[in-house]
């Protein structure tokens, strides 16, 4: 597995945004539309507990911690999705994704798009209901043709990825550009990140810094952060080390004052430590705000908690410690620690060897369009190792790892034309 320079964090932190877009609530109801529902309230089916049981009615004092109010008891989608987010946040009542995932559903057969959002996530996730991308892909799907910001954008990921819909960069493209013009932060970020890399359009570091400060003046942390990387770099807009400073102390506060989700926000912090963007370099408190972003269940902390171990980075190598961490994050569908479990059964690092596992674990990740992996599964091909030997096999391989960026892959295939025969003249 090519091991990726050290930057490569900050850059892997501007796919973070592959991350859960939430809807937050709005007003819903006005006074005299309240007071109606209010109304016929007498007339309504007894208030239900969630999934399971039915709770009795509510008294007039209001709503009880774990009971649903009068309205969502009525069939009111938006107080239905309300009642959802409670159970999912753990306000006012204990944490329970499955009665979450029970009033995003039912608010979601409405037709909110909020809530068909969210509960896409919660499939995404198999947090409260059995993990399935495809149901993801559909509900998000349903909202995102009602305009949905959130949803247009995790849609787009779903094709970024290739999860529940085939992977398809050039429509991942399209539903993140509708978010960005919708002028859903997040999206603004995400497609910065797709003009910066090339993916789904044409490489445009010009653009890619316009969609970053537009997402970053709407108050958007990673957008923040990415943007001083802009700087940092001089990608797309002149070199400069304080205005770089600057936004790198803008996204650090915004982290820090909790304008990401808490996982995303501790991982973020842990970056620029990692980076020294804004901070002095220091691998060892970036390693405990990964950790802290990793309990809250980060995938990207866990792959550069994976990523650390592998280091004499302020800690000791640990291969069993970077075993542990690219399984979390492989379990969680990320592509690269699918790549890190790989390489560490082919070098026999903190596991027994096994060529046979490795090229497993590199198949897995070649899904996802690692071009790492798929240099490695095509020289196992070629030396005969954990698969038959293959040439042809080993040439088709290298050459998708090129076609996706992989420069190594790249001089592995002149030596093996190199070496190929020259064909026989015709006499």
């Not at 290739?162 to 603004?188: F, H, M, N, S, T």
């Amino acid at each position: 597995m090519h091991i990726k320079r050290t930057c490569s964090i900050l850059e892997d932190f501007q796919e973070s945004r592959l991350r859960h877009n939430w809807c937050l609530p709005g007003r819903t109801w006005a006074c005299c539309l309240l007071c109606a529902a209010l109304s016929v309230l007498s007339s309504c089916p007894g208030a239900l507990g969630g999934p399971e049981n039915s709770a009795p009615a509510q008294s007039q004092s209001g709503p009880q911690p774990g009971r649903p109010g009068p309205l969502a008891a009525c069939g009111s989608a938006a107080e239905q999705f309300r009642l959802a987010l409670r159970y999912e946040h753990g306000s006012g009542v204990r944490v329970d994704y499955a009665r979450a995932a029970y009033w995003f559903r039912r608010s979601a057969m409405q037709g909110y798009a909020p809530a068909q959002n969210n509960l896409a996530i919660l499939y995404r996730r198999g947090a409260g209901v059995r993990r399935s991308y495809v149901r993801a892909a559909k509900w998000f799907r349903r909202a995102a043709v009602q305009g949905n910001g959130a949803a247009l954008d995790n849609l787009g990921l779903c094709y970024l990825r290739g999860q529940g819909v085939p992977r398809d960069l050039g429509r991942a493209a399209e539903w993140i550009k509708k978010a960005a013009e919708d002028g859903y932060p997040p999206g603004e970020d995400n497609l910065g990140t797709l003009y910066e890399r090339g993916r789904g359009v044409p490489r445009d570091y010009g653009k890619a810094a316009g969609w970053y400060r537009s997402a970053a003046r709407l108050g958007d942390a990673p957008a923040a952060l990415n943007l001083g990387y802009m700087y940092h770099r001089g990608l797309g807009l002149p070199r400069s080390a304080r205005r770089a400073a600057k936004w790198y102390q803008i996204a650090m506060s915004r982290f820090l004052a909790g304008s990401a989700t808490p996982g995303e926000a501790l991982y973020g912090v842990g970056v620029l430590y990692a980076e020294g963007a804004g901070v002095p370099r220091d691998y060892k408190a970036a390693a405990k705000w990964w950790q802290r972003a990793a309990a809250d269940g980060n995938v990207r902390a866990m792959r550069s908690l994976g990523w650390l171990d592998t280091r004499r980075l302020g800690t000791r190598k640990n291969y069993r410690q970077a075993m542990y961490w690219w399984r979390r994050a492989a379990a969680a569908g990320d592509y690269y620690s699918m790549g890190g479990v790989g390489w560490l059964y082919e070098k026999g690092y903190g596991v027994t060897r096994n060529y046979r596992k490795a090229a497993g674990w590199y198949r897995r990740a070649a899904v996802g369009g690692e071009a790492g992996p798929m240099r490695r599964i095509g020289l196992l091909y070629l030396r005969g190792l954990g698969v038959p030997k293959n040439v042809a096999k080993a040439k088709a391989w290298l050459e998708k790892a090129a076609a996706a960026g992989d420069p190594h892959a790249t001089q592995e295939l002149a030596r093996l034309n190199a070496l190929a025969p020259a064909p026989e003249k015709k006499k």
